[in-house]
């Protein structure tokens, strides 16, 4: 079945740094993908919807200028954290629409802040 | 915006019985409805995914219903296993296409 891809799996950063992420489609082209964040112990929250060609949509709350997206190409969507603080830990997973409606999601990364 | 309730919020079961998890949503006017897994620290994967024009998917141990006029879907896992362990998530993507999703059954299978 289709597989997306995300990397790195797991990251630690100084305060101050950016941190940028990747969600790739392996099998198949995505001109949207979702990303989300997830604390601990709670449900995925939407952050942003990347389209590709054009503009991210934001969630209401979400800075646009904190958490940079880019959908460089039919296959490749780039989340990057800009002046990481420790509150910006968390656990970033995307996910991409299939040709059936099906969503299919990475494997997360977990972003530690120092 | 769509809103997901799943019910029970937390389950444990020993390990070979029958088990369902509710899932029911505000917004009827949906796509499609996923079912997911999520293990501790990872990402989601799909179990089943059922159109809106279909009532019902199986795979191996696992059914899946849909309801749509009624806005609710269960999720039946059959001899149920440890490691069936895991966090279930419902997914149905409303017509606004706000693709939220809610807290989950946290399921446990004891031996």
């Known amino acids: 079945g289709a597989v997306v891809s995300q990397h790195p799996s797991w990251v630690i950063c100084k305060s101050g740094t950016s941190v940028k992420i990747e969600c790739r489609s392996l099998d198949f082209q995505a001109t949207t993908m979702f990303w989300y964040r997830q604390f601990p112990k709670q449900s995925l929250m939407l952050m942003a919807t990347s389209n590709e060609g054009s503009k991210a949509t934001y969630e209401q709350g979400v800075e646009k200028d904190k958490f940079l997206i880019n959908h460089a190409s039919l296959t490749l969507s780039t989340l990057t954290v800009t002046s990481a603080h420790p509150e910006d830990s968390s656990f970033y997973i995307c996910?991409?629409?299939?040709?059936?409606?099906?969503?299919?999601f990475g494997e997360g990364s977990r972003l530690t802040v120092l | 915006k769509q809103e997901v309730t799943q019910i029970p919020a937390a389950l444990s079961v020993p390990e070979g019985e029958n088990l369902v998890l509710n899932c029911s949503f505000t917004d009827s006017a949906i796509y499609n409805l996923q079912w997911f897994r999520q293990d501790p620290g990872k990402g989601l994967t799909s179990l089943l995914l059922i159109q809106s024009s279909q009532r019902e998917q199986t795979s191996g141990r696992l059914n899946a219903s849909l309801d749509k006029s009624s806005g609710r879907s269960t999720l039946y896992i059959a001899a149920s296993q440890p490691g069936d362990s895991a966090t279930y998530l419902c997914?149905?993507?409303?017509?606004?296409?706000?693709?939220?999703f809610g807290t989950g059954t946290q399921l446990k299978v004891e031996l």
């Open positions: 996910s991409a629409p299939g040709t059936t409606g099906e969503l299919f």
């Open positions: 997914f149905p993507p409303g017509g606004g296409n706000k693709l939220t």
